[in-house]
């Protein structure tokens, strides 16, 4: 799968805040930690029930380039890179083979 063309520019980012979470209902700031603030995201994985949907809109929309997966035929999923960032899409219904793959490479 190739983009049909270049993704679009990005619009600005709005700065980050700094300010105390607060709460959707109220909006009054609540207590807790603030915010994970993260620096990098290697590896996501994503179900869903539209495979081809969603790495559509990897790929069109935030411009993620299709890498091969090493095992094609045991799940249907798509992998995509971007930015650094590798996204492993699975069709909702693959984590029982998931499971099985996991539990032959490490069966503790």
């Not at 063309?5 to 600005?12: L, R």
């Amino acid at each position: 799968l190739k983009p049909l063309h270049p993704p679009p520019d990005p619009p600005p980012r709005a700065p980050m805040s700094s300010a105390a979470p607060r709460s959707a209902a109220s909006g009054a700031a609540v207590a807790g930690p603030p915010p994970l603030q993260l620096k990098d995201v290697n590896h996501i994985a994503l179900r869903t029930s539209d495979v081809a949907g969603l790495e559509s809109f990897y790929a069109r929309v935030l411009g993620f380039q299709p890498v091969k997966r090493p095992f094609d035929a045991v799940f249907s999923g798509a992998w995509l890179r971007g930015g650094g960032t590798m996204v492993h899409i699975m069709a909702a219904d693959a984590y029982p083979v998931i499971q099985k793959l996991l539990q032959k490479h490490d069966p503790a």
